[in-house]
C-alpha cells in the first residue's frame, strides 16, 4: 500500500521587533512563521505545494492567518525560498536513476574492453593457429537466412595462408542443433578425422565481427563462403585452444 498525502514544516520564524512592526499588545510574545507545505510519499516530501504565512500568539498553540500588510513587509525585506529539501523524494529518485545508468555504463565500458580484447585474441589465434584449437561455427542454411547448423571443428593442419579443420562426427549437417558445446568437444575423446576441409586465413577474419555495437545480432553475422565445404556460408562463434599439461 502507497501511504501518500501532505504536511508542513517551519522554514522561517521572526518576532514583531525583527520586522520592526509598531508597538501593539496583542503582538507581545507572538511569533510569526512561515512554513513549507509539501506532498509526500510515505512520508518523504516530494514536491511543494505552497507557503503558510502565519502567526502563533502568546499562550495558544493554533497558528493564524498572517495579516497582508505584515506577509508584504516580510517579501520586501526577506527572500523566502523553497527549501531543496522539499524535494527529498525527486532527488533520491534522481540519483537513483543516475547511480543506475552510470553503473550500466561502466559495466558497457567492461564489455566493450573485454570484446576487444577477445578481437584481438581472436585474431592472433587464427594467424598464429595450433593443432589444439576448437573453432565454434555457424553453418547457415541454403534457402534460409536465419537457419543454421552449429558446429565446432579442431584444426587438423595450417600453412601460411589457410587452417584445415576436422569434425568428430561424420555428417556435419545431419547434427542435431545444440547438440554439441566447446567444453564437451575439448573433453571427450572425439576421433578428429571426419570432413576435412581448409578455410582461408582471410576469409575466417572477415568472419570476425569487429564492430562491439553488432555483437549481440545474429542478422549481423559475417557470412562467409566456404568454396571447400560446398560453397556453404559459415560465421564465426568462438575459438578455444587446448591448454598444454605441464608436469611441475
Given at each position: 500500500?502507497?501511504?501518500?498525502?501532505?504536511?508542513?514544516?517551519?522554514?522561517?520564524?521572526?518576532?514583531?521587533?525583527?520586522?520592526?512592526?509598531?508597538?501593539?499588545?496583542?503582538?507581545?510574545?507572538?511569533?510569526?512563521?512561515?512554513?513549507?507545505?509539501?506532498?509526500?510519499?510515505?512520508?518523504?516530501?516530494?514536491?511543494?505545494?505552497?507557503?503558510?504565512?502565519?502567526?502563533?500568539?502568546?499562550g495558544s498553540k493554533d497558528l493564524y492567518e498572517l495579516p497582508d500588510d505584515i506577509k508584504l513587509k516580510i517579501k520586501q525585506r526577506h527572500s523566502i525560498k523553497t527549501?531543496?529539501?522539499?524535494?527529498?523524494?525527486?532527488?533520491?529518485?534522481?540519483?537513483?536513476?543516475?547511480?543506475?545508468?552510470?553503473?550500466?555504463?561502466?559495466?558497457?565500458?567492461?564489455?566493450?574492453?573485454?570484446?576487444?580484447?577477445?578481437?584481438?585474441?581472436?585474431?592472433?589465434?587464427?594467424?598464429?593457429?595450433?593443432?589444439?584449437?576448437?573453432?565454434?561455427?555457424?553453418?547457415?542454411?541454403?534457402?534460409?537466412?536465419?537457419?543454421?547448423?552449429?558446429?565446432?571443428?579442431?584444426?587438423?593442419?595450417?600453412?601460411?595462408?589457410?587452417?584445415?579443420?576436422?569434425?568428430?562426427?561424420?555428417?556435419?549437417?545431419?547434427?542435431?542443433?545444440?547438440?554439441?558445446?566447446?567444453?564437451?568437444?575439448?573433453?571427450?575423446a572425439y576421433n578428429y578425422i571426419y570432413s576435412p576441409f581448409k578455410i582461408k586465413k582471410e576469409d575466417l577474419l572477415k568472419m570476425l565481427n569487429t564492430e562491439y555495437?553488432?555483437?549481440?545480432?545474429?542478422?549481423?553475422?559475417?557470412?562467409?563462403?566456404?568454396?571447400?565445404?560446398?560453397?556453404?556460408?559459415?560465421?564465426?562463434?568462438?575459438?578455444?585452444?587446448?591448454?598444454?599439461?605441464?608436469?611441475?
Amino acid at each position: 500500500m502507497i501511504v501518500f498525502g501532505h504536511n508542513n514544516f517551519k522554514i522561517k520564524t521572526f518576532t514583531p521587533r525583527e520586522l520592526n512592526l509598531p508597538p501593539d499588545d496583542s503582538l507581545k510574545g507572538a511569533e510569526i512563521q512561515i512554513r513549507q507545505r509539501y506532498a509526500h510519499i510515505f512520508w518523504i516530501p516530494f514536491f511543494p505545494i505552497g507557503k503558510i504565512w502565519g502567526i502563533k500568539y502568546e499562550g495558544s498553540k493554533d497558528l493564524y492567518e498572517l495579516p497582508d500588510d505584515i506577509k508584504l513587509k516580510i517579501k520586501q525585506r526577506h527572500s523566502i525560498k523553497t527549501p531543496w529539501y522539499s524535494f527529498s523524494l525527486l532527488i533520491l529518485i534522481f540519483i537513483g536513476v543516475s547511480w543506475f545508468m552510470a553503473s550500466e555504463a561502466i559495466r558497457e565500458a567492461r564489455w566493450e574492453s573485454d570484446y576487444y580484447l577477445e578481437l584481438a585474441e581472436n585474431k592472433m589465434q587464427i594467424k598464429y593457429p595450433t593443432t589444439g584449437d576448437f573453432y565454434s561455427f555457424n553453418i547457415h542454411d541454403e534457402d534460409d537466412d536465419y537457419g543454421y547448423t552449429p558446429v565446432i571443428l579442431k584444426v587438423k593442419s595450417y600453412d601460411d595462408n589457410s587452417i584445415e579443420f576436422v569434425a568428430g562426427y561424420e555428417d556435419l549437417l545431419a547434427q542435431e542443433r545444440y547438440e554439441h558445446n566447446m567444453d564437451d568437444e575439448m573433453t571427450n575423446a572425439y576421433n578428429y578425422i571426419y570432413s576435412p576441409f581448409k578455410i582461408k586465413k582471410e576469409d575466417l577474419l572477415k568472419m570476425l565481427n569487429t564492430e562491439y555495437s553488432k555483437y549481440s545480432f545474429t542478422s549481423a553475422a559475417n557470412k562467409v563462403e566456404v568454396p571447400e565445404f560446398y560453397n556453404r556460408k559459415f560465421s564465426f562463434n568462438k575459438i578455444e585452444r587446448q591448454k598444454l599439461e605441464i608436469e611441475e
